[in-house]
């Protein structure tokens, strides 16, 4: 299981890359391979607001529709439109061009409730059981 | 939560681990969903050959000298005149004119036959059937422990089974079946399925299902045989557009609005929900079951609102995403006046009404070998 150093994660299997004011967000590894073949990913607008551990989107695989969670609050500067024509991205390279959605931080100590790759990865392992 | 272990496991259990499948709970019985994903195992089924056991579902062998006139009684569709070595499709229904279950007859001779059912319905229909059995001279047995199933479905189907078979395949029209062995192991080779490509639905002992498998699995690499998880099963079946138990038919639906008129022959002798069945057709049709597609990506999933601008006008009974057309399809029973093929509609995906239009099911065109 794949689970990069330089990422921070949440709970519910977001990762967020931390830049500055701008965090990109994706799902992980571990989420991708649980979901199955993604073939559709709900995205929201450039501007919107969202708010940390409220869902901003979703993923469908062909058995399940799963909700996006924010793992901090801020506004959508940016968001993956390759995925509408290719969710299949999310699957492939989740870390890569299966990106979601880049968000200008606004409250960087929100960052602190986020889980370090060791947490995160031994929280999937218990979730592997 | 149902414990894994209350759950019943087919013959090819421990294969389905070795081969890295996905396994879930499905009608009581542990089954593996998907092997290496729902998208790459429908297109080896639709370009190729796949292989998946459906051993769950339900066998009944019916024997006697009534077993004829017990089953023309039980089912909807007329037996009379079935050939030795044929299956036909066909509704078992309820007093009422409610679906008990859709199966498949096969005929070995006039007073030898054995039905397919749904695995959800095996044990319902066994007690159906002895409960109406009483007054034929009949012996109704469920052999549905001791009988493995297997289809291999695709283009490419016949060419591999051929490899490992005694009796010639080619010979076996859609809807015909032969006894043969595969690999030395007796088996029945019905040309069946429930994928829109031609293939088999191969019956077999329970004890030979394992060594018969592997085999195929070992032969089929030169055919780039895939197993198949139930996930591309559900996708394969709905591009079809054909009815699942338990989503479009159940023992309140009207056959007639599902489509399923052409299995239902009110002119043969009595047999049960015929008065019912009668009534329906002559009170004609308010509801039909249509095809429903969406215009723009998106996936669409069972009970998903129908509307009419603005206005409900069903609910999806089934929905899936069709990995052949990329996008939502699904199957809605409405009133007549909104079946019209191409009539606008929207479905209700999380509060968003999403364009789609009513279709003629098969979603694609079937590619199964009708001589």
């Keep these: 299981m794949e689970v990069p150093e330089n990422l921070l994660y949440t709970q519910e299997h977001e990762w967020v ?9 994706g799902i992980t590894q571990f989420a991708q391979e649980q979901l199955g073949d993604i073939v559709f990913v709900e995205l929201p607008e450039v501007g919107t607001l969202i708010e940390q551990e409220s869902p901003f989107g979703v993923v469908e695989s062909v058995k399940t529709v799963s909700d996006l969670y924010a793992p901090v609050s801020g506004t959508v500067t940016a968001s993956n439109k390759d995925l509408e024509a290719h969710p299949e991205q999310v699957n ?37 059981g | 939560m149902t414990n894994d272990s209350d759950l019943k496991t087919t013959p090819l259990h421990s294969m389905h681990k070795e081969l890295g499948g996905k396994l879930v709970p499905f009608a009581g019985w542990h089954m593996p969903i ?13 370009d190729g050959v796949g292989i998946f056991d459906v051993s769950h579902m339900g066998e009944i062998e019916i024997t006697g000298p009534d077993a004829k ?9 007329d037996i009379e005149s079935m050939q030795n070595n044929q299956a036909l499709y066909t509704l078992m229904c309820l007093e009422t004119g409610g679906v008990v279950d859709d199966l498949l007859v096969h005929r070995f001779s006039d007073d030898h036959y054995f039905l397919c059912v749904n695995a959800s319905n095996s044990d319902k229909d066994f007690q159906w059937i002895l409960k109406n059995a009483g007054d034929f001279n009949a012996v109704v047995k469920n052999t549905s422990q001791e009988t493995a199933q297997l289809a291999v479905q695709g283009k490419h189907s016949e060419a591999l089974l051929q490899k490992l078979c005694d009796i010639s395949l080619s010979e076996i029209e859609y809807y015909h079946f032969r006894k043969g062995k595969i690999h030395n192991f007796e088996c029945i080779l019905a040309r069946t399925g429930y994928t829109g490509e031609d293939g088999f639905e191969v019956y077999l002992d329970s004890k030979h299902a394992e060594s018969a498998y592997k085999a195929l699995i070992e032969e089929g ?19 079809m557009g054909y009815a699942l138990y338990g989503n479009e038919l159940n023992e309140n639906c009207n056959p007639f609005e599902a489509g399923l008129g052409w299995v239902i022959k009110l002119q043969k002798d009595d047999f049960l929900g015929k008065a019912a069945l009668k009534k329906q057709k002559d009170a004609g049709l308010s509801r039909k079951l249509v095809g429903i597609r969406l215009l723009d990506r998106g996936v669409l999933r069972p009970h998903y609102r129908v509307l009419s601008e603005g206005s409900p006008v069903g609910e999806l009974t089934s929905g899936t995403f069709s990995p052949s057309l990329n996008t939502g399809i699904g199957l809605c029973y409405v009133s007549t006046e909104y ?5 606008k509609l929207d479905v209700e995906i999380r509060k968003l009404n999403v364009p789609a239009e009513v279709v003629k099911p098969p979603f694609l065109p079937s590619r199964i070998k009708k001589s």
């Design chain 2, 34 to 46: 998907q092997f290496k994903g729902v998208m790459e195992e429908h297109k080896c089924v639709r």
């Design chain 1, 17 to 25: 890359r931390v830049d500055g004011k701008k965090a990109v967000v």
């Design chain 2, 339 to 343: 079946a019209k093929l191409g009539t």
């Design chain 2, 69 to 77: 006139k017990l089953i023309q009684y039980l089912v909807t569709n």
């Design chain 1, 92 to 128: 492939s390279e989740p870390y890569g061009t299966g990106w979601i959605i880049e968000i200008e931080v606004s409250d960087e100590k929100e960052l602190e409730k986020l889980m370090s790759p060791d947490d995160y990865t031994e929280q999937c392992n218990k979730e592997q």
């Design chain 2, 221 to 239: 690499k030169s055919f780039n045989l895939q197993p198949i998880g139930l996930g591309a099963r559900d996708t394969l079946r709905m591009e």
